[in-house]
């Protein structure tokens, strides 16, 4: 069963409007508020593997993949909720709603692109964009506790003089420290497509922005349901923590001139672990007839990507700047800053 929102007042489509967090309809303004409206709490049917649906405005028979959660008509655009996805035991318990909605991700790549000052000849004039997507993608975030047992030897070394005599003494220690660790809403991404790089740095969610999970916020963008399980990544969100507390083990640490760890038995268990969606832009441009991708923080407006460089229309505008090779790197590594794979 799909869910397709219809406007009371029109009959439009409905979607998700991220600059006011409603559900609008884009004919007559139409608000809903999403908090408020019910949605169905138990699977209206199976959850199979692939499973065909209807849409309702254009008659078009549509198959959605094992993992589509919320899809568009590839016929007339409509936005539909697969239903069975969502909802019983594989309801998110969270979505962080879009908040930079299309046209700001559109002006976003093209200041990224820096408006075409860097990149080749006609790149910007062309239709570079082959498609600009809303997708919700399946992050599993995890509380943690990590217990740490470390055993060290360690010195303190003081030296001072007295009479005419230069005095070292070394005191010896045995160091024992026992580490209580919590870390909560440790993410790590449950989709198979996106790119775990890329994932890993559109961090961070304002966590802050989470919402109870319900259907309406999918409405108009692409949802993937998760396809790992929380007990198949939980490797992957403690090797996420790992430096964490390595860190918080040394600081225990401190305070002697030499430290030599003799064992070390640390132990991560997973108190809790959240299913949620968090908003993801994703740009596929083309060039040098290549697919390449940019995607974007679709809370923070975060970029991770890397955009076409014209090695000669950085070398011109150097050029132009006419400075010192030291000025020329400060701007280059200026212009290669941010967000860059
Ligand atoms: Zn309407
Ligand atoms: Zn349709």
Not at 118 to 129: S, V
Not at 150 to 159: D, I, M, Q
Not at 227 to 247: G, P, V
Not at 312 to 328: D, H, M, Q, T
Request: proline fraction near 5%.
């Amino acid at each position: 069963m799909v869910l397709h929102y219809k406007c009371p007042h029109c009959g439009s489509d409905m979607i998700y409007d991220a600059d006011t967090g409603k559900l609008a309809c884009p004919s007559c303004r139409t608000r809903l508020d999403i908090e408020e409206m019910d949605v169905p709490r138990e699977p209206a049917g199976e959850a199979t593997e692939t499973v065909t649906w209807h849409c309702n405005n254009c008659g078009a028979d549509l198959m959605a993949l094992p993992e589509t959660a919320a899809t568009t008509c590839s016929f007339c655009g409509a936005g539909v909720v697969i239903a069975e996805r969502v909802t019983g035991d594989q309801s998110p318990h969270y979505v962080i709603p879009f908040t930079v909605s299309k046209e700001e991700a559109i002006k976003a790549f093209k200041k990224w692109c820096r408006n075409g000052l860097l990149t080749p000849k006609g790149f910007m004039t062309a239709d570079r964009i082959k498609s600009i997507t809303g997708i919700y993608v399946p992050f599993w975030l995890y509380d943690l506790n990590s217990r740490a047992r470390v055993n060290a030897t360690a010195t303190k070394v003081r030296t001072y003089t007295s009479g005419d005599y230069l005095y070292t003494e070394t005191s010896y220690y045995d160091v024992y420290r026992e580490l209580d660790l919590h870390y909560v809403k440790v993410p790590v991404d449950a989709s198979v497509k996106m790119d775990d790089r890329f994932m890993d740095r559109l961090e961070p969610y304002q966590y802050s922005g989470l919402k109870e999970f319900k259907p309406p916020y999918l409405a108009g963008y692409l949802a993937e349901k998760y396809q790992f399980t929380d007990a198949e990544l939980l490797d992957r969100a403690k090797n996420k923590i790992r430096s964490y507390i390595e860190s918080a083990i040394g600081s225990s640490l401190s305070g002697y001139t030499t430290v030599t760890r003799m064992s070390e038995d640390i132990e991560t268990r997973n108190v809790k672990s959240h299913y949620v969606l968090l908003p993801v832009w994703l740009v596929v441009y083309d060039y040098d007839n290549f697919e390449h991708n940019f995607v974007m923080n679709g809370q923070t407006g975060k970029v991770v990507g890397k955009p076409p460089l014209s090695y000669g229309k950085i070398a011109a505008w150097f050029g132009g700047i006419a400075a010192g090779v030291f000025l020329a790197m400060k701007f280059l590594s200026l212009a290669m800053g941010g967000g860059f794979l």
